[in-house]
């Protein structure tokens, strides 16, 4: 049961361009998102975050976007640069629990920005 | 500042034998977590520490797996009479709150190859 899915498992975009990466997820409990990036042999860096509460979160040439009432989320890469192609998961937590507020992942989108 | 560091970063083990995986937090880091990441998929949660403690080790996927804890810091994930399915790249992941909310610090990972 794949609470978070990222459907699509690839993405090509020339640089300069916008990258629109998406996420939807089916627990309706999850009230915080994250956006994670990957190089090969390293683990995954924080790259962005909303909550809940928010329908839109901003820094600098990323911006998540958050519909609740779709249970869907997008990542928005303006401009797209070549040092942005990775691995993109897609992140959900539900701040229930006071403790271990452990990540639910998507399976991830590789990001090929072309020169 | 130093990440988190994970070690070895490759394991080759025989079916059958036991591993152990270590995982070095950043310093001061309270919450400490396990993360399993199976080939083309997302991390998949294991087990959470905060501090010594372990507090959900619902993601454990036998009793073939185990984690401690001992001091607070250190971690080491052992996986006894490993098996072919246990091959994937196990990740530990740091946070500085309680809660672990927000974002998580992730290691390199430790790539086990069960033959």
């Known amino acids: 049961d794949q609470q978070v899915k990222q459907n699509s498992p690839s993405l090509s975009v020339q640089e300069g361009r916008i990258s629109i990466l998406n996420c939807d997820y089916t627990n309706s409990m999850f009230d915080y998102f994250l956006w994670y990036k990957k190089y090969p042999a390293e683990g995954p860096t924080f790259l962005i975050s909303i909550s809940s509460i928010k329908d839109k979160n901003e820094d600098g040439r990323f911006t998540v976007f958050l519909n609740k009432s779709a249970k869907h989320l997008s990542l928005h890469i303006v401009p797209s640069q070549p040092g942005d192609s990775a691995v993109y998961f897609c992140a959900a937590s539900d701040r229930v629990e006071e403790y271990g507020n452990k990540l639910v992942f998507g399976a991830g989108t590789i990001l090929r920005v072309k020169s | 500042g130093a990440g988190v560091s994970q070690s070895p970063r490759y394991k080759v083990a025989k079916r059958g034998q036991d591993v152990a995986l270590r995982c070095d937090p950043i310093s001061g880091h309270v919450s400490l977590f396990w993360y399993q990441q199976a080939l083309g998929q997302g991390p998949e949660f294991l087990t959470y520490?905060?501090?010594?403690?372990?507090?959900?080790k619902s993601g454990l996927p036998s009793d073939r797996f185990f984690a401690e804890r001992p001091e607070g810091s250190v971690s080491t994930l052992k996986i006894q009479r490993t098996q072919q399915e246990d091959s994937a790249v196990y990740l530990c992941?740091?946070?500085?709150?309680?809660?672990?909310?927000?974002?998580?610090?992730f290691g390199p990972g430790t790539r086990l190859t069960v033959t």
């Open positions: 520490f905060q501090n010594e403690a372990q507090l959900d």
């Open positions: 992941a740091s946070s500085p709150g309680l809660a672990g909310v927000g974002e998580q610090y």
